[in-house]
């Protein structure tokens, strides 16, 4: 695609836009920021389109630690490979690339196992620096150093991310598509697929039909789950959840003197075999969980509460259902391996995305993106940079 030449950049640094959260809550500012090239084990990319996440609203709003400003958010992306710093061999300039907040080093214990995908050499955490050295590869004009986010930052036209969370991908891949794959749509699909390992002819309710919820509903469907029950304030959601494969709708406010676990155990004789909290509230949690058939239900938790939040279960409570309650990042997805296997479920026509991206907004409108998430009034958009934004709308995609 032209622009994507690096014949005058590598090695060099790369003056670029990128939008920047100055404080909390404050609308993001476009300005032009310097990129510096990548070192050991990095990659510099040109990102051709991202889009928005509930996790970036959250830490845009952060007030207290783990935010910092100023930083530059984004984590759901695709981009093209500009330049490759020294020990980079996985992907060459012009590579198109997924970048992926999980990290996949292919080396450790936890990479190599196909138990977990909990990286040990690069473990998770909620940093503003690159992933192997506390540094950023970002300043402004004034050569103030930008924080990075989730190892991403694809709010920016150029980002520098460790070769241990990005993942290659057949180029042919509508990128507009494959980014939702960098966090929410896999996050979903993944944990009803890999984590929950849902089973043919079961039943599975969903707390939250956001996009993830949506997305775990899609994997439910995908895996053969004979009832899927959404749970949601929003009435809207009803008819929204049907496109994704749910079956039955509950609206929590709607309940009388019963509680969603009370109504849940009710429709189904005894409750769900699997269930997923998606919003990221600790009292859902205990709604979850209530709602699992004793003896085998697993509740999993995919929604991200405030730090510090706590849950609180009587051992007895445990000890005699013989529930399973657990947690899921990235939806238990290896990146390098599982991405391609749910992009040729899309381009397939078995895995549902396009039915995710509910807008479309001009990077430089990044804002009013932000608006529209806020009013509840989209699942993902997508944000496109003006070069790759016109092309794409002279294509119709």
């Known amino acids: 695609m032209d622009g994507i030449s690096s014949i005058n950049t590598a090695g060099k640094p790369i003056r670029c836009k990128a939008a920047i959260v100055r404080k909390a809550g404050e609308p993001l500012v476009i300005e032009e920021v310097n990129v510096a090239p990548p070192k050991a084990r990095e990659v510099r990319i040109k990102i051709i389109c991202t889009s928005l996440c509930h996790s970036d609203v959250t830490f845009w709003k952060l007030e207290h630690p783990p935010a910092i400003f100023p930083r530059i958010l984004g984590h759901e992306a695709v981009g093209v490979v500009e330049s490759v710093g020294e020990g980079v061999h996985e992907v060459v300039e012009g590579d198109t690339v997924i970048p ?32 192997r050295e506390e540094t950023s590869r970002f300043t402004d004009m004034n050569g103030e150093t930008l924080h990075h986010f989730l190892f991403v930052s694809s709010f920016s036209e150029y980002t520098v991310v460790d070769i241990a969370h990005l993942t290659k991908i057949d180029p042919s891949t509508p990128a507009n598509r494959a980014c939702l794959l960098s966090c929410g749509v896999s996050t979903g699909v993944g944990a009803a697929w890999k984590t929950a390992k849902v089973e043919t002819g079961t039943t599975v309710a ?18 053969g789950a004979k009832r899927i029950i959404g749970v949601d304030v929003n009435q809207d959601k009803c008819e929204i959840g ?31 075999d699997y269930c997923f909290e998606c919003v990221g509230m600790t009292s859902l949690v ?6 699992c058939r004793k003896g085998w239900g697993k509740t999993v938790v995919l929604g991200v509460d ?87 709308k002279q294509s119709g995609l």
């Open 306 to 392: 405030q730090p510090g939040a706590m849950l609180t279960f009587r051992s007895s409570e445990v000890l005699h259902s013989g529930k399973s309650l657990m947690g899921s990042l990235f939806g238990g997805l290896k990146p390098k391996s599982d991405i391609p296997i749910l992009i040729k479920r899309y381009m397939d026509k078995e895995l549902q995305l396009d039915e995710f991206v509910t807008h479309e907004v001009d990077f430089e409108d990044i804002n009013k993106a932000f608006d529209l998430l806020l009013e509840g009034k989209s699942l993902r958009m997508r944000l496109l940079f003006s070069l790759e934004y016109s092309v794409m």
């Open 286 to 291: 205990h709604e979850a969980y209530a709602s």
């Open 242 to 272: 049907k496109k994704f494969g749910v079956t039955d709708f509950v609206n929590s406010r709607n309940c009388g003197d019963k509680t969603v676990s009370q109504v849940i155990m009710e429709m189904t004789g005894g409750g769900a």
């Open 206 to 223: 969903i707390f939250g039909l956001g996009a993830i919820g949506l997305a775990v509903a899609e994997g439910a469907r995908l895996c």
């Open 100 to 131: 992926i907040f999980m990290p996949d080093c292919g080396e450790c214990t936890d990479c190599l196992s196909e138990k977990s995908n909990l990286c040990t050499k690069l473990p998770f955490k909620v940093s503003p620096w690159m992933d």
